[in-house]
């Protein structure tokens, strides 16, 4: 396991995110798709978000992110969407026929966190410190 660093800050944040196209259609292809995937890209790029793995398909997008932890989920979640959704609206305007109001993406998104440590472990590790002084000397 890889930590990544930031000032003052060690981590490792993990989360597997999934989202669909508008109404589920199956619109992600040939030279959408690898436009789409760019504009991904750029966007994780410049917020300083890893992409571990995507994989596009016809009608969702699958993202294993690492994230610093001073960025909320749902910030990163918001600026990928929303400009990769403006930007190919822009670029595909057929898409107008089918996508009206401006939404290229369904609303909300599935999200869940992933770590070398299970809630077991840490629930342990805590209640080995509970019993332990201030000083770390056990109880």
């Given at each position: 396991?890889?930590?990544?660093?930031?000032?003052?800050t060690?981590?490792?944040?993990?989360?597997h995110?999934?989202?669909?196209?508008?109404?589920?259609f199956?619109v992600?292809?040939?030279?959408?798709?690898v436009?789409?995937?760019?504009?991904?890209?750029?966007?994780c790029?410049?917020?300083?978000?890893?992409?571990?793995?995507?994989?596009?398909?016809?009608?969702?997008?699958h993202?294993f992110?690492s994230?610093?932890?001073?960025?909320?989920?749902?910030?990163?979640?918001?600026r990928?969407?929303?400009r990769?959704?403006?930007r190919?609206?822009?670029?595909?305007?057929e898409?107008?026929?089918?996508?009206?109001?401006r939404?290229?993406?369904?609303?909300?998104?599935?999200?869940?966190?992933?770590?070398?440590?299970?809630?077991?472990?840490?629930?342990?590790?805590?209640?080995?410190?509970?019993?332990?002084?201030?000083?770390?000397?056990?109880?």
């Open positions: 396991m890889a930590y990544r660093t930031g000032g003052h060690k981590f490792y944040h993990r989360f995110v999934i989202w669909v196209t508008k109404y589920r199956k992600l292809r040939r030279e959408m798709r436009r789409l995937r760019e504009i991904i890209r750029q966007t790029e410049e917020m300083g978000v890893t992409i571990v793995k995507g994989v596009l398909s016809t009608d969702h997008v993202m992110l994230i610093p932890p001073h960025l909320a989920l749902s910030t990163v979640m918001q990928i969407k929303g990769s959704s403006r190919i609206q822009m670029e595909y305007p898409l107008r026929k089918r996508y009206w109001g939404r290229f993406w369904a609303r909300g998104y599935f999200s869940t966190t992933s770590g070398n440590v299970t809630d077991d472990i840490i629930l342990q590790y805590l209640e080995l410190h509970s019993k332990r002084e201030p000083t770390g000397i056990s109880r």
